[in-house]
């Protein structure tokens, strides 16, 4: 059974930073791209990182474009945002999404981290 397990939110200043973490169980997702949405309250879903298969094929939502990374830990199945320069309209709740395709598309989905960015 494959789960994803989101960590690292919290309350933060403007202008702070956060590492946000992924992990998963029964799921490898160094073989995976692994996508981040967030949403903030009365708000859709959005994406945030829309991930690929390389570097050059994953896109970032423009409202964070410059201010976040993707970086990973295999040994670690594990997956992490890291967002700088945190605005009050970063807050919401950050979900890491996984598709597999096997026969058919699969998508598995985090419970969500919350992160408030306030004085």
């Known amino acids: 059974q494959v789960q994803l397990v989101e960590s690292g939110g919290g309350l933060v200043q403007p202008g702070g930073s956060l590492r946000l973490s992924c992990t998963a169980s029964g799921l490898p997702l160094r073989n995976h791209p692994v996508n981040w949405y967030r949403q903030a309250p009365g708000k859709e879903r959005e994406a945030v990182v829309s991930?690929?298969?390389?570097?050059?094929?994953?896109t970032y939502a423009d409202s964070v474009k410059g201010r976040v990374a993707i970086s990973r830990d295999n040994a670690k199945n594990a997956v992490y945002l890291q967002i700088n320069s945190l605005k009050s309209e970063d807050t919401a709740i950050y979900f890491c999404?996984?598709?597999?395709?096997?026969?058919?598309?699969?998508?598995?989905w985090g419970q969500g981290t919350q992160v408030t960015v306030s004085s």
């Open positions: 991930a690929g298969y390389t570097d050059d094929s994953t």
């Open positions: 999404n996984v598709n597999v395709f096997a026969t058919k598309w699969f998508h598995y």
